[in-house]
């Protein structure tokens, strides 16, 4: 009876579903202005609604999704941009096997089910949650991912609708807003994070800088970005070991 009370305890102090939907809403904004802005940028490639919306839904990956419409105005060939989009995509198996630890316990239908959904930005608080000390499981996980994943089908839908009457999104400064949210998400990380742990994080990020600045001499710049993301997260996990 003992072991069964103390099993129920540990369950009540476990996150739940809306829990996850909660520690969603703040990054909610980020969501729905760079959803909105890959909407118009979609509709000004001369993609429909429902196409905008598809590619919402099938991609889901902000950069992602305004690199393909991008490629699609320089008539890219179709090989080209699965290719890229692949590569660029290539860092959410680094978010997930960052994660991975924290779900073992969980069958490998709902990790891939966790892990399809996982963005930079609900890796964002993750990584805030698990800096804290905080527990995570897969309820939690699954209400802040599906949230966000809804509202980015959404504002997406709602940027083509009103793309249609936008023909240069640049003019507006659209085409920046996701990196303008990478760094909130950054500046969000940094002060959550150990003072003694500050300076080697600072390090890392001026080693993939330099790290990319070599590499864009040899290959593209997409690729320079994952290559040098790849060696220095290396390096960082050695490091932090």
Not at 27 to 38: E, H, K, Q, V
Not at 76 to 91: C, E, Q
Not at 132 to 157: D, H, Q, R
Not at 160 to 179: H, Q
Request: hydrophobic content about 55%; some cysteine.
């Amino acid at each position: 009876m003992n072991e069964f009370s103390k099993e129920m305890n540990n369950d009540e102090n476990l996150p739940t579903f809306s829990q996850g939907v909660r520690d969603c809403i703040p990054t909610l904004i980020g969501y729905i202005s760079i959803g909105i802005a890959a909407g118009i940028v979609g509709a000004s490639s001369n993609l429909s609604i429902l196409e905008v919306t598809l590619l919402s839904v099938l991609v889901y990956a902000g950069a992602s999704q305004f690199i393909i419409c991008a490629l699609i105005v320089a008539g890219s060939p179709i090989s080209v941009i699965i290719f890229t989009t692949f590569i660029v995509n290539v860092r959410h198996f680094l978010l997930s096997m960052t994660l991975a630890p924290y779900f073992t316990k969980y069958s490998l239908i709902k990790n891939i089910g966790i892990g399809t959904l996982v963005t930079d930005e609900s890796f964002g608080v993750a990584v805030t949650k698990m800096i804290k000390g905080e527990k995570m499981n897969a309820a939690w996980m699954n209400g802040l991912n599906l949230t966000a994943y809804l509202f980015w089908i959404l504002s997406c839908s709602i940027g083509a609708i009103f793309g249609k009457w936008i023909s240069n999104p640049e003019v507006l400064g659209l085409d920046f807003a996701l990196t303008a949210m990478f760094l909130a998400l950054l500046v969000l990380q940094l002060e959550n994070i150990e003072k003694s742990k500050l300076k080697l994080y600072l390090s890392l990020i001026l080693y993939v800088v330099i790290a990319m600045l070599i590499l864009c001499i040899f290959v593209p710049s997409y690729i320079a970005i994952i290559i040098s993301t790849i060696i220095v997260a290396t390096i960082g996990v050695m490091k932090d070991k």
